[in-house]
T-cell receptor, first 109, second 116 residues
Framework: KNEVEQSPQNLTAQEGEFITINCSYSVGISALHWLQQHPGGGIVSLFMLSSGKKKHGRLIATINIQEKHSSLHITASHPRDSAVYICATPNFGNEKLTFGTGTRLTIIP | DAGVIQSPRHEVTEMGQEVTLRCKPISGHNSLFWYRQTMMRGLELLIYFNNNVPIDDSGMPEDRFSAKMPNASFSTLKIQPSEPRDSAVYFC??????????????FGPGTRLLVL
């Protein structure tokens, strides 16, 4: 069974700070998703990656397959980045998507 | 282009009643996913369809839950009879359908269900 863990569970930072959210998983995987859930409840897919690094605007996602670890970074954080960030992985057989419990990020102006 | 459409957005019902949630995926997408989100358990995959066929229903909690996809543009999730522990937000998502779980999913706004 794939165990997906995120850290920290909650993170509060000042506007402008560099943010890092971590995701670890327990089995070999083929890809990892990062999702953003807005305070209103809507869910947006930010990244899907299977190796290396992806960048979109101020967001950067990295993955280390050997270490079974992924990070989501936010540069020059802004209050509108306040949301819950969730990682999710299918297991190696591309079966059964397992979600982390999420990291609640609050950016204070 | 319209995104994933779900209806109703909110549903309040009494225990024992039948509840039907509806989803219209993005046109051209061949995979559809139903998820449930609760405070206790977070996001959970309930069922995954590809080309209207259920591929993975291992997340469906019990026989009270059923899902159908009669055509490429419509899916339903039915709970009969409903129980208070079914109270949750139910999300539908769709994707192109060529890569299983290894492709970007687009989420609907969710249906917030409250069973009294």
């Amino acid at each position: 069974k794939n165990e997906v863990e995120q850290s920290p569970q909650n993170l509060t930072a000042q506007e402008g700070e560099f943010i890092t959210i971590n995701c670890s998983y327990s089995v070999g995987i083929s890809a990892l998703h990062w999702l953003q859930q807005h305070p209103g409840g809507g869910i947006v897919s930010l990244f899907m990656l299977s190796s290396g690094k992806k960048k979109h605007g101020r967001l950067i996602a990295t993955i280390n397959i050997q270490e079974k670890h992924s990070s989501l970074h936010i540069t020059a954080s802004h209050p509108r980045d306040s949301a819950v960030y969730i990682c999710a992985t299918p297991n190696f057989g591309n079966e059964k998507l397992t979600f982390g419990t999420g990291t609640r990020l609050t950016i204070i102006p | 282009d319209a995104g994933v459409i779900q209806s109703p957005r909110h549903e309040v019902t009494e225990m024992g009643q039948e509840v039907t949630l509806r989803c219209k995926p993005i046109s051209g997408h061949n995979s559809l996913f139903w998820y449930r989100q609760t405070m206790m358990r977070g996001l959970e995959l309930l069922i995954y369809f590809n080309n209207n066929v259920p591929i993975d229903d291992s997340g469906m909690p019990e026989d009270r839950f059923s899902a159908k996809m009669p055509n490429a543009s419509f899916s339903t999730l039915k709970i009969q009879p409903s129980e208070p522990r079914d109270s949750a937000v139910y999300f539908c998502a769709s994707s192109l359908g060529t890569g299983g779980y290894q492709e970007t999913q687009y989420f609907g706004p969710g249906t917030r269900l409250l069973v009294l």
